[in-house]
């Protein structure tokens, strides 16, 4: 393999951890159609560089015999490479529009780009449906395609609910510092997939990758809640002294 090629291949690894992380070397082998070996040697130069690190998720239950799998996700470092040499000069125009008009004028800039994003992601989402699920992953496909690597993960079985999840994050250096876009960004995607949503985790706040829970089943529940309450108010009361 040519060096191209192989800086090439190393950076569809890079591309696929920073999207679907935390991912193991067997995993990524099955996805990018490569040896073990090839994968683990990507892995090595990508460790080496700073780019990956092993992700040590809270082990719950009994720990399995033998050596367990690792598991990789994109560091901050490799973030900062993708594509953010803008965020210097964001970050100092944020910090003036601050000192200028203070907060309300961050938290009203923040608000006007959720509305943005809204208008823009808005019929792509609506043409899903109106299942949130069919919604997330609409929106995850859009927000792919604007670099945000964006996926959905069931949470156990998927019934009641999904975690939307972002990879990338193009603004993740100034939400470190401005975190009023985070927030914002949160409530757009309630509107946008017309459930109450909660941001669990984001990388501007250090994490790996951005993770929102998207609760999927709550119409259902309020209607089996509302059908039950209906019976029961339809059953014939017992007369005392019967």
Do not use: W
């Amino acid at each position: 393999m040519s060096p191209v090629d192989d800086d090439s291949t190393r950076s569809r690894v890079l591309d696929l951890i920073a999207e679907k992380g935390p991912v193991s070397a067997a995993q990524l082998a099955k996805v990018l159609d490569l040896t073990p070996a090839a994968v683990r040697r990507h892995l090595t130069a990508l460790e080496q560089s700073g780019e990956i690190e092993v992700h040590n998720p809270a082990v719950s239950g009994k720990r399995r015999r033998g050596r367990p799998a690792r598991f990789y996700v994109a560091t901050a470092q490799a973030h900062t490479s993708f594509g953010e040499g803008y965020s210097e000069l964001a970050n100092r125009a944020l910090s003036y529009l601050s000192q200028v008009g203070g907060d309300k004028a961050i938290d009203s800039f923040a608000a006007s780009r959720g509305r943005d994003l809204e208008r823009r992601y808005m019929p792509v989402v609506e043409a899903a449906g109106k299942n949130p699920a069919d919604r997330a992953r609409a929106l995850a496909d859009a927000l792919t395609l604007d670099g945000y690597a964006a996926t959905v993960r069931a949470v156990g079985d998927g019934t009641y609910a999904v975690q939307l999840c972002q990879g990338h994050c193009p603004v993740r250096d100034v939400a470190g510092h401005f975190s009023a876009l985070c927030d914002a960004e949160t409530r757009t995607f309630a509107r946008l997939l017309g459930v109450p949503v909660q941001r669990l985790a984001t990388l501007a706040g250090g994490e790996h990758v951005c993770t929102t829970h998207v609760p999927i089943a709550m119409p259902t529940l309020r209607k089996r809640a509302v059908r039950a309450a209906d019976q029961r108010s339809r059953k014939p009361q017992r007369m005392e002294g019967n």
